[in-house]
């Protein structure tokens, strides 16, 4: 499977996990959630197009994403407590085992576009 479409799936199972979770979140947070929700699937978007300057918004969207749910009292309160069940394991895979996973592929497939050569040869 080309880089880029693994970059695409899990930028798309973000969304997902994003969508499910975004009834679970403080009402008051609702646009930021689909504006973010929104960023997910156009990259996702982008992504699966092949546009060339899309690594860098994934980068710094999954580091926001991490960030942001690390700060946030609210949210490692869940995460630590699992109470309510639903919401800590809508965190923990779409906050951190995603976007982890987001900045392993992108990073791959970063190196792959940069450097072909490298990438054909170990393949």
């Known amino acids: 499977m080309e880089s880029t479409k693994r970059v695409s799936i899990v930028l798309v199972a ?3 996990v994003g969508a499910l979770g975004i009834p679970l979140g403080d009402p008051k947070f609702i646009a930021q959630a689909f504006v973010l ?5 156009v ?3 982008l992504t699966a197009k092949n546009y060339k300057h899309v690594y860098i918004p994934n980068f710094i969207i999954s580091g ?7 700060a946030f009292y609210k ?3 869940i995460m630590t ?6 919401n800590a394991i809508v965190l923990i895979t779409g906050g ?3 976007q982890v996973l987001l900045l392993i592929t992108n990073y791959l497939a970063y190196k792959q576009y940069k450097h072909p ?3 054909s040869k170990t393949n």
């Open 14 to 16: 973000i969304s997902i």
């Open 37 to 41: 929700e929104g960023c997910f699937i």
């Open 43 to 45: 990259l996702a978007i």
């Open 64 to 70: 926001i994403v991490i960030a942001g749910n690390s």
């Open 75 to 77: 949210h490692i309160e």
């Open 81 to 86: 407590t699992f109470h309510p069940l639903y």
């Open 96 to 98: 951190y085992v995603l």
């Open 117 to 119: 050569t490298l990438s």
